[in-house]
């Protein structure tokens, strides 16, 4: 199944691959201080400080989301794909850092991976209202599934066993994907997560476990790979 957005490139005539270079290292270098910037924005709003004297925290963030972007142009290429995905990781990474450390996530900025969505089916080369309909389609195939599992085990365990904030976050991310890569950030996002628990249960136990950076990590190695992971998986079958 293609992907939601057609990954068109921007310019009409391939660039060369000296100017290539050069465009994808300016926009790798512009990334470092917006990474920088969003972490500051997400742990040091009014009143809530504690955080913003670290300052290897934020250039940590700003180095980490000037890689991602980095590792996507190289990926799609300059293409609407691309700025796509690199404007998805910049809303992740607020998300992501605010959970991990305040264990929450915060509904505006979720509204602005949707916003995201629909502003790129509007500018890709494919009818609109269809590009809209298929990444519903795909999202729902995901998270309505999800949504009846959490709200079983919620019942049986009778406590919260995922956030709605994470459950949203799911379906915002699954809005770019189909679903094949959908099941695998799924799958990832799950291992991840089990990973950071194992760890966090040392730490603090009891605490509200933050699931959001599990997902945005899935959702980034989706981006990068996870067509090509299921396109091998698939190949082992004869599919």
């Given at each position: 199944m293609p992907h939601v957005l057609a990954?068109?490139?921007l310019p009409p005539d391939a660039p060369q691959p000296a100017l290539l270079l050069?465009?994808?290292?300016?926009a790798a270098l512009l990334a470092l201080p917006l990474g920088s910037l969003l972490s500051r924005m997400a742990l040091c709003p009014p009143g809530k400080g504690d955080l913003c004297t670290e300052q290897r925290r934020h250039r940590a963030a700003g180095l980490l989301f000037s890689l991602v972007t980095l590792a996507l142009l190289l990926r799609y290429g300059l293409s609407l794909e691309a700025l796509c995905f690199v404007a998805l990781s910049a809303i992740l990474l607020p998300i992501s850092l605010i959970d991990?450390?305040?264990q929450r996530i915060p509904h505006r900025l979720l509204l602005a991976g949707p916003?995201?969505?629909?502003?790129?089916?509007?500018?890709?080369a494919e009818d609109t209202l269809r590009q809209l309909l298929l990444g519903l389609r795909e999202s729902s195939l995901l998270s309505l599934p999800l949504f009846l599992f959490v709200l079983l085990a919620n019942r049986r365990l009778g406590r919260e066993s995922m956030g709605r904030g994470d459950l949203l976050l799911f379906f915002i991310c699954a809005l770019f994907f189909d679903w094949p890569r959908n099941l695998f950030m799924l799958l990832l996002s799950c291992l991840i997560g089990l990973c950071f628990a194992l760890r966090l249960a040392k730490e603090a136990?009891?605490?509200p476990f933050p699931f959001a950076p599990s997902i945005a990590i899935a959702c980034v190695?989706?981006?990068l790979f996870g067509s090509q992971?299921?396109?091998?998986y698939l190949s082992l079958f004869g599919l």
């Open positions: 990954g068109t490139p050069f465009l994808l290292l300016a991990w450390h305040r916003a995201c969505f629909l502003l790129f089916c509007a500018l890709s136990r009891g605490a190695c989706t981006m992971l299921l396109s091998r």
